[in-house]
């Protein structure tokens, strides 16, 4: 059962941020299992249980969830070790583009988590506007109780200039988007080291699950 992380899970950063290199990993090891790898692979079975009556489409292999302790050495060859951790609950797509996920990130800096749509390109955000146009009733509804909910915040940048004037203020806030994503994002207090953390988690994720079903059916759609 998932009770928060703990003390060693910052000490553990803490030092790897100081002297980011294998050995440093191998020295504190009680650390990473105590304070990341333990209490990460219990949220993830508490998460597992939510997505899995979620939709079963979501990727849910503990290896191709879970962040490891090492960065790829490609691309991180001066920074061997993570500095920071993750959950990914995400459809498998073609070519691994507007990938619909749901996650959780935490580092020193803070925590945050939500609904992302990984490697999202100019088509997916194409058929995202065109889905909500052709349906725009039913997705003021859905934006407007997520919006009541406010446990997420729409995020994505905007365009400088407005092309969707005529839409309802509502709808404009998505439309006028070059991409989107939603997230809560706070700095590491009391809560993320208890159950509470668990809960908020759960809470944010159930108020954007109509977002994600809408959001899953606009992507799927194929040109004509």
Known sequence: MFEGFNES????????SRNNCKNTHRENEVLYLEGVKYPLEE???????????????????????ISSAYNDA????????????????KL??????NALGFFFDASLAGYKFGLNIYNLDARGMEKIRDYILDNKHYAKEVIEKFNKAGLLEVRGEKYKRAYYQEESAVLQEW???????FVHED????????????EL?????????????????ALQVTNA
């Not at 899970?9 to 790897?16: A, K, L, M, N, S």
């Not at 498998?92 to 583009?97: P, S, Y």
């Not at 439309?175 to 994503?181: D, G, H, M, P, Q």
């Open 201 to 217: 988690i759960l809470a944010a994720f159930d108020s954007v699950q109509d977002v994600y079903f809408m959001l899953k059916e």
């Open 74 to 89: 490609r691309f991180c060859s001066d920074a061997p070790i993570k500095e920071y951790f993750y959950i990914r609950f």
């Open 43 to 65: 949220l993830y079975y508490e998460l597992y249980s939510y997505f899995s009556k979620v939709d079963s489409d979501l990727l849910s292999n503990k290896r191709r969830c």
């Open 175 to 181: 439309l006028e988007r070059k991409r989107i994503f």
């Open 9 to 16: 899970t910052i000490g553990y950063y803490q030092v790897i």
């Open 187 to 198: 700095e590491v207090s009391s809560v993320f080291y208890g159950r509470d953390m668990l």
């Open 92 to 97: 498998d797509t073609v070519n691994k583009k």
